[in-house]
């Protein structure tokens, strides 16, 4: 099994088109598909289930994907190690991040890191903590900034970096802003419900709030961006529960705290692989939160905490 069979089948695979796969490669693709079938006669089994518009994965094709782009993560940083032990840092940093993270200055932070090591690669990605934890975990990450979604496991680890309570925003002019105390979820019972997609950090950490107090809502408006969220808010079509930070980006919505919640709190974390499958591009971008947290982390983060592991190889 060669390394160009497994890079072209993750393409082929991330692509879902063998003529778009074959552009991004720089290959032919009459000599793409020659390689997936290559691969195919070698495993004695189909990987894609092929049609015009575009091509699926089949049951051994998803279990493929899972290895190869733990093999193909594992080659790149052999070639970081060497590049490192050079003097030199390279390769590429794959970031993922969801959107307004608390704790962590994201585009202060990479524009340091650019400065320590220009020929890093730096590739971002912004989506909800459960699926920047399934990259983190499947390899096709070396970092991610997210909200607590699980325990450890064998993938996956979690390194703190701040939490902070949760913050009901409101109209000026809703009845809740006229009361003007902190607010428990029975208070909330039966209102509007402005919130993110599932997948989101904060409306993971808003459901398991309410599922705590036993008290049921129903989210009538769901989102994908901050923006879009504060916009409706700010139109009075819903409440919105959010972390306390959020509060800063719209001034004008009236702002009350959550109480009544048990131990139910927006925690920001770091995720990375095992210790072992840390790249050194990770390694030298939590080395870096570490000396500079002053000014790379936002209020509240805890740079101590992400001093990198000690039993691996250093970035220099």
Partial sequence: MELRHLQHFVAV????????AAERLMVSQSGLS??????????RAPLFVRTTRRVTLTEAGRALL????????????AHEAVAAVQGVLRGTLALGT???????????????????HPDVEIRLRQAGSGALAEEVGAGRLDLAFAYRTQADTDQ???????????????????????????LTPKDLAGEVFVDFHPDWGPRRATDAA?????????????????HSLLDLVDENLGIAVVPRHFRHKRPSLSALP??????????????????????????????????????????GGRAGDLAPPQDGPQAS
């Fill in 34 to 43: 020659a390689s997936i079938r290559a691969l195919e006669r070698e495993l």
């Fill in 13 to 20: 695979a991330e692509d879902q088109h063998f003529t778009r």
């Fill in 258 to 299: 959550l109480k009544g919640t048990g131990e139910a709190e927006y925690e920001t974390v770091a995720l990375l692989p095992p210790d072992r499958a840390t790249s050194l591009a990770a390694r030298a971008l939590v080395a870096l939160l570490e000396t500079g947290g002053g000014t790379l982390l936002e209020t």
């Fill in 66 to 77: 899972v290895e190869a782009e733990r093999i193909l993560a594992q080659v790149r940083s």
């Fill in 98 to 116: 969801e959107q307004c993270i608390a704790g962590v200055h994201v585009a202060r932070m990479l524009a340091a890191f650019r400065g320590r």
């Fill in 156 to 182: 996956l680890r979690s390194v703190p970096l701040t939490s902070e309570p949760m913050t009901v925003l409101c109209h000026p002019e809703h009845r809740l802003a006229a009361a003007g105390a902190a």
């Fill in 210 to 226: 309410f599922a705590a107090a036993g008290v049921r809502r129903t989210v009538a408006l769901e989102v994908n961006d901050v």
